[in-house]
């Protein structure tokens, strides 16, 4: 994305997109932080991690970068955490 889109940057957000990555011979998967789990342990105080909802009711981590990178480092054993976005298979 250009600098200089004077229309376009104002409306951007700068974000980290956390994902668990799983490697073996010949598959990767990758999986993302499953939202309905982020928002039931929240409203629940089972997690506490700073954030913000969104206009559209979704769940936007606003902490600084140590703080996720803790919170995903203790939470990578819960399966239900985490969904697979896609398994990557080398070809033999």
Known sequence: MPADNDLLTPH????YLPLHLQLTDNELNLSGVDNEWLDKAIQQNQISITHQR?????ILLTAPT???RQFFATHTKIPEAFTELAALRRDQ
């Open 54 to 58: 969104t206009a559209y009711d979704t």
């Open 12 to 15: 951007l957000i700068l974000a």
């Open 66 to 68: 140590a703080e996720p």
